[in-house]
């Protein structure tokens, strides 16, 4: 992830530094994320909303839909990965950044989206719940896409998400010099009302000075108990 000083998400609510620019710091972020070299990355839906581009194309007509999971002939890592609970995306195409797309749904999405997404190339794994569950999904995505590096990156609630549920082996955040200070701040994570006290602990690893006045923190991430 990439913040500002004082956690901020939004680059673009931030204060201005002389020594870098968001999109200075957009490529220090686009650096980490090749240095990482995750068999597919994977963000929220509000996230992948800003990238996916299409509108809701609902077939005529649908027969036979292919449930819990479809993979699109042809598909390889790395893959572009989104939690999209109710079905609400619409892919213009079946790739994002060059990277194939798959979608993790909860168990309630209609056929009629899940025909949709598979007319547009679109790969998906539904849960067995009514969320997706997280734990399940990540298994099926090991041992049918062979996906055993992935890279969260976003929004602040899937990555909160990922560490209540010990899902988090390793957490990077590039730090900026900029500042958001606004009440209503949106922080790079983000746990419910509650928060993530008492579900997980961080260990400083590594701290690195990047260009453009950027730190790169690195930590450690276990559970309470350890693992």
Not at 84 to 105: C, M, S, Y
Not at 114 to 119: D, K, M, V
Not at 127 to 152: H, I, M, N, P, Y
Request: net charge negative.
């Amino acid at each position: 992830m990439s913040s500002s000083l004082d956690g901020g998400l939004h680059a673009s609510r931030c204060t201005k530094s002389p020594d870098g620019t968001s999109k200075d710091w957009a490529m220090l972020y686009e650096a980490l994320h090749d240095r990482l070299a995750g068999d597919a990355w994977l963000v929220g839906r509000a996230t992948m909303a800003e990238m996916a581009k299409g509108e809701a194309n609902p077939l005529a007509a649908v027969s036979t839909v292919q449930r819990p999971r479809h993979f699109a002939k042809g598909i390889a890592k790395p893959f572009a990965i989104t939690v999209d609970t109710r079905g609400e995306l619409h892919f213009g195409e079946p790739k994002i950044a060059g990277d194939d797309v798959v979608v993790l749904l909860g168990r309630d999405v209609s056929d009629t989206h899940l025909a949709e997404l598979a007319a547009s190339g679109v790969s998906y794994i539904v849960s067995a719940e009514e969320q997706v569950d997280l734990k399940a999904a990540l298994r099926a995505l090991r041992d049918d896409l062979g996906v055993t590096r992935l890279l969260v990156e976003g929004g602040a609630a899937i990555i909160g998400s990922f560490l209540a549920e010990s899902l988090v082996d390793e957490l990077n955040v590039i730090v900026t010099p900029t500042l958001d200070a606004r009440t209503d701040m949106q922080a790079f994570v983000s746990y419910g009302r509650d928060g993530l006290a008492g579900k997980t602990s961080l260990s400083l690893k590594s701290c690195d000075r990047l260009d453009h006045g950027a730190v790169l923190l690195c930590y450690d991430v276990r559970s309470v108990d350890g693992r």
